[in-house]
C-alpha cells in the first residue's frame, strides 16, 4: 500500500528550528514527483505552505523551507511562533495508486 | 482573488443521498481539475479523486471508486460530490481543492475550499 509516512507530533519552544519527515518510497517521491506541503490551523481548511519541494507561495514567511532527499522530504519551520501551531502534511503523487497522497499529518505544539 | 466556496453544512440518516458543491471563482474554471478530500473526524487527509469541469472527466480513488459521484455545471463554475445512501461512516469533512501545474508529476492543491461538515446519524 502507498503510504507517506511523517511522525505524528513535533514541539519546540518558541524560537527553536524544527523539522517533520515526510518518508514515501519509489513510487511517489523516490520516482521523483514533487513534493508539497500544507498547514491546517485547527478549525479551518488546508492552506498551501510550500510546493515543489522549496517554494513558497506568495504570503508564507520564510521561516517555512522544504528539502527533498531520495526518498524522504523534510519542513523545516525555523524561528517557532505561537501561530505555527497546527498540523501539517505532506503530498505528492503515486503511480501505483495512480493518484495523489498525502501523508498520516504532523502536529506542531509550541512549548 | 481565486476562491472556492463550498455548500453549507448537512445533517443526514442513514440510507439518504446528498449532493455537495463547490463553486470557483476569480479563474478560469472549466479548464483546472478539482480535487475532493475527506478528513474524517480527528484525522488526516484523504484524497477522494478528481474531475475536469470542462467535461466532466472524473478520476477516483481505488477506496471510493463506487461510493461517491462527481459531476459538474461550468454553466455556473460548480462541481458536485454526491452520495446515493449514506452511512454513518460518511461523517467527515469533505474539502474541494483546485490542481495546479502543468504536469501529474508537479502538481498541488491550491486554493481549498472551506470544508463541508457531513453528519450521518440516526
Known amino acids: 500500500q502507498s503510504v507517506l509516512t511523517q511522525p505524528p507530533s513535533v514541539s519546540g519552544a518558541p524560537g527553536q528550528r524544527v523539522t517533520i519527515s515526510c518518508t514515501g518510497s519509489r513510487s511517489n517521491i523516490g520516482a521523483n514527483y514533487d513534493v508539497h506541503w500544507y498547514q491546517q490551523v485547527p478549525g479551518t481548511a488546508p492552506k498551501l505552505l510550500i510546493y515543489?519541494?522549496?517554494n513558497r507561495p506568495s504570503g508564507v514567511p520564510d521561516r517555512f523551507s522544504g528539502s527533498k532527499s531520495g526518498t524522504s522530504a523534510s519542513l523545516a519551520i525555523t524561528g517557532l511562533q505561537a501561530e505555527d501551531e497546527g498540523d501539517y502534511y505532506c503530498q505528492s503523487y503515486d503511480s501505483t495508486l495512480s493518484g495523489w497522497l498525502f501523508g498520516g499529518g504532523t502536529k506542531v505544539t509550541v512549548l | 482573488e481565486v476562491q472556492l466556496v463550498q455548500s453549507g453544512a448537512e445533517v443526514k440518516k442513514p440510507g439518504e443521498s446528498l449532493k455537495i458543491s463547490c463553486q470557483g471563482s476569480g479563474y478560469e474554471f472549466s479548464t483546472h481539475w478539482i480535487a475532493w478530500v475527506r478528513q474524517l473526524p480527528g484525522k488526516g487527509l484523504e484524497w477522494m479523486g478528481i474531475?475536469?469541469?470542462?467535461?466532466?472527466?472524473?478520476r477516483y480513488s481505488p477506496t471510493f471508486e463506487g461510493q461517491v459521484t462527481f459531476s459538474a455545471d461550468k454553466s455556473i463554475n460548480t462541481v458536485y460530490l454526491q452520495w446515493s445512501s449514506l452511512k454513518a461512516s460518511d461523517t467527515a469533512i469533505y474539502y474541494c481543492?483546485?490542481?495546479?501545474?502543468?504536469?501529474?508529476?508537479?502538481?498541488?492543491?491550491?486554493?481549498w475550499g472551506q470544508g463541508t461538515l457531513v453528519t450521518v446519524s440516526s
Open positions: 481543492a483546485r490542481r495546479v501545474g502543468t504536469s501529474t508529476a508537479y502538481n498541488w492543491f491550491d486554493p
Open positions: 474531475i475536469y469541469p470542462g467535461d466532466s472527466d472524473s
Open positions: 515543489s519541494h522549496t
